[in-house]
């Protein structure tokens, strides 16, 4: 059974830092492709970052490049998102994605809350 658990939420004003963490289990790690996404009240969901399977090349969205950092943890099955600067626009429900290398079907998280208020 492929699980992915989200931590590191909370609540933190304009211009601090938070750490998003991903522990994935029941699948094999390293060769599949993962992501980021986020979903504010009323919008729909969009991607954030993306590490593509093997050899993790990261990919942003414009709205967080230079402040967001995806990486991959192999020997501890997780993944990253580290976000610096943030901004009340940040705000939203996160989610770690995943795709399947072999079958192309995708596994979510259960989200988890960031708030970006002063």
């Known amino acids: 059974q492929v699980q992915l658990v989200e931590s590191g939420g909370g609540l933190v004003q304009p211009g601090e830092s938070l750490r998003l963490s991903c522990v994935v289990s029941g699948i094999i790690f390293g060769i599949n492709d993962m992501a980021w996404y986020r979903q504010a009240p009323g919008q729909q969901r969009e991607l954030v970052a993306s590490s593509s399977g093997g050899g993790g090349v990261a990919r942003y969205a414009d709205a967080v490049k230079g402040r967001f950092t995806i990486s991959r943890d192999y020997s501890a099955n997780t993944l990253y998102l580290q976000m610096d600067t943030l901004k009340t626009e940040d705000t939203a429900v996160y989610y770690c994605?995943?795709?399947?290398?072999?079958?192309?079907?995708?596994?979510w998280g259960q989200g988890i809350q960031v708030t970006v208020s002063s």
């Open positions: 994605n995943l795709r399947a290398y072999y079958t192309d079907r995708d596994y």
